[in-house]
């Protein structure tokens, strides 16, 4: 069964503080896994993207990791900032599929 | 310029109701999908078309049609609307190659049947 699960559900940590996001999933033909973010009542917004060929991704203060061994990925997150705050989605797909997303961690990032 | 859209952004319509939702990509990908987010905000696939050819038909109720005239646009019919069609969904769009097969959403559309 193809399933993708991210711990911990939901987040708060004040503005400055390093953190990380957890996702894992249970199919070992991943393809592509793709990091999103998510603000209230909006649309996705694509983070990073790892191929499976791929360990890790970085832009920003955002470093994505990935370890098909383990079905783990990792998003870690720099420097937290207010404007940080917003649900993170993991999903991956195979080739040319359609994304199988986990249920997303919500962050709040106080100042 | 606006990757992916999607019109109307809010419906809201009684049950019972016939409605459609228009989605386009100006990406050039060859294929696009449809997906539901639901109350308890898990995004879930509904359909895939890959040059205007199905690939991916979820257990969705035959109620809701996907229409691809084109390969830049892939609209959503929905037959006798239910209470449990509220939703938000989202139209998204991918690439050939491997690299373009990072998926691009669109703003979503934000049903609501009452």
């Known amino acids: 069964k193809q399933e993708v699960t991210q711990i911990p559900a939901a987040l708060s940590v004040p503005e400055g503080e390093n953190l990380v996001l957890n996702c894992s999933f249970t199919?070992?033909?991943?393809?592509?896994l793709q990091w999103f973010r998510q603000d209230p009542g909006k649309g996705l917004t694509s983070l990073l993207l790892?191929?499976?060929?791929?360990r890790e991704q970085t832009s920003g203060r955002l470093n994505a990791s990935l370890d098909k061994s383990s079905g783990r990925s990792t998003l870690y997150i720099a420097a937290s900032q207010p404007g940080d705050s917003a649900t993170y989605l993991c999903?991956?797909?195979?080739?040319?599929?359609?994304?199988?997303f986990g249920k997303g961690t919500t962050l709040s990032v106080s100042s | 310029d606006t990757a992916v859209s999607q019109t109307p952004k809010y419906l809201v319509t009684q049950m019972g109701n016939d409605k459609s939702i228009k989605c386009e990509q100006n990406?050039?990908?060859?294929?696009m999908y449809w997906y539901k987010q639901d109350s308890k905000k898990f995004l879930k696939i509904m359909f895939s078309y890959n040059n205007k050819e199905l690939i991916i038909n979820e257990t969705v109720p035959n109620r809701f049609s996907p229409k691809s005239p084109d390969k830049a646009h892939l609209n959503l019919h929905i037959n006798s609307l239910e209470l449990g069609d509220s939703a938000v969904y989202f139209c998204?769009?991918?690439?050939?190659?491997?690299?373009?097969?990072?998926?691009?959403f669109g703003p979503g559309t934000r049903l609501t049947v009452t």
């Open positions: 990406l050039g990908h060859d294929t």
């Open positions: 199919d070992s033909a991943i393809y592509n």
């Open positions: 998204a769009s991918s690439g050939r190659d491997r690299a373009s097969y990072e998926q691009y």
């Open positions: 999903a991956y797909n195979q080739a040319g599929t359609a994304l199988i």
């Open positions: 790892i191929q499976s060929s791929q």
